[in-house]
């Protein structure tokens, strides 16, 4: 029922935009969130937004760099997008999309569905 895309191999300072395609149900009402799970390491929060789009969470190491946006219209295909720009070599890792049906959270865990990830490779 969602599922990512827009990932791929880029060299540091380089910019993609993730999309989350949500099919199946309505995930206007969800929180959405964006975590990533690098190679050898355990799943982290990256960022969120509430179902209006107008409260945002960043995880640190991406502030300033990485801008989460929502469509909630129901002719569009995806519901969230993950900007990222001025990428790192650290933020290689599987990117996953999550809907939520409570608050904004980074607890992944509260989160209720969750897509197929997408692959982010930040050469140096």
């Known amino acids: 029922q969602l599922q990512a895309f827009g990932g791929g191999s880029v060299q540091a300072g380089d910019s993609l935009r993730l999309s989350c395609a949500a099919s199946g149900r309505t995930f206007s009402s969800y929180v959405m969130g964006w975590f990533r799970q690098a190679p050898g390491k355990e799943r982290e929060f990256v960022a969120a937004?509430?179902?209006?789009?107008?409260?945002?969470?960043?995880?640190e190491s991406v502030k300033g760099r990485f801008s989460i946006s929502r469509d909630n219209a129901k002719s569009t295909v995806y519901l969230v997008y993950l900007q990222m720009n001025n990428l790192k070599p650290e933020d290689t890792a599987v990117y996953y999309c999550?809907?939520?049906?409570?608050?904004?959270?980074?607890?992944?865990?509260?989160?209720?569905?969750w897509g197929q990830g997408t692959l982010v490779t930040v050469s140096s």
């Open positions: 999550a809907a939520d049906a409570g608050r904004l959270t980074r607890t992944g865990s509260r989160y209720d569905y």
């Open positions: 937004t509430s179902q209006s789009g107008r409260s945002t969470d960043y995880t």
